[in-house]
């Protein structure tokens, strides 16, 4: 059962423009949502995270948005640099449920 | 070099062997984890430590034996290893519990 579901396995974008990517979570315990970034041969790194009792969180060029009633949040990139090109894992965790649970991944490609 | 690695990087083994993937961190962080990769699955956990002789089942642990009798090492056996096990390995710490983690670079294991 995937707690955590990228549906969307890669996404392609211009440079410059917005990157969106999103996740869904089917277990309303969790109240902790992280993005981890990967590069090829690299292990995932930790990119930003937001509380359940928050809607937003922002830093820098990176904002995160959770919409608690739909089960959903999504990673926002503006503008995109070819540099961000990375494998992006959505990640949830649950104070009683104890440990984190990842999505699938989803590839990001920038174009120049 | 202080933070965490991983050892071998790269593993080629045959059915039935016996393959142990260490795990070493410099941070003296209590929790540790090992994660497998697999397309379409993302990370999945296979077993985490809480401190040093603490040790709990993750999400996939059939097949894999851990143990922890320092606070920095935490290594991951296959005890008689299967072709399913083919994967790329990670291991991450975090200092108080699965919020942040912080990952290795991952040991790519291939299973013939």
């Known amino acids: 059962d995937q707690q955590v579901k990228q549906n969307s396995p890669s996404l392609s974008v211009q440079e410059g423009r917005i990157s969106i990517l999103n996740c869904d979570y089917t277990n309303s315990m969790f109240d902790y949502f992280l993005w981890y970034k990967k590069y090829p041969a690299e292990g995932p790194t930790f990119l930003i995270s937001?509380?359940?009792?928050?809607d937003k969180n922002e830093d820098g060029r990176f904002t995160v948005f959770l919409n608690k009633s739909a089960k959903h949040l999504s990673l926002h990139i503006v503008p995109s640099q070819p540099g961000d090109s990375a494998v992006y894992f959505c990640?949830?965790?649950?104070?009683?449920?104890?440990?984190?649970?990842f999505g699938q991944g989803t590839i990001l490609t920038v174009h120049p | 070099d202080a933070g965490i690695t991983q050892s071998p990087r790269y593993k080629i083994t045959e059915t039935g062997r016996q393959v142990t993937l260490m795990c070493h961190q410099t941070w003296s962080h209590s929790y540790m984890f090992w994660y497998r990769q697999d397309l379409g699955h993302g990370l999945r956990l296979i077993y985490y430590s809480a401190a040093a002789d603490i040790t709990d089942k993750g999400e996939v642990p059939d097949g894999y034996v851990v143990s922890r009798s320092k606070t920095e090492n935490f290594p991951l056996t296959l005890e008689s290893a299967t072709r399913s096990q083919t994967s790329v390995y990670f291991c991450?710490?975090?200092?108080?519990?699965?919020?942040?983690?912080?990952f290795g670079p991952g040991t790519r294991l291939l299973v013939l």
């Open positions: 937001i509380s359940s009792i928050k």
């Open positions: 990640a949830a965790y649950g104070t009683s449920y104890g440990k984190l649970t």
């Open positions: 991450a710490s975090s200092l108080s519990g699965v919020e942040t983690q912080y």
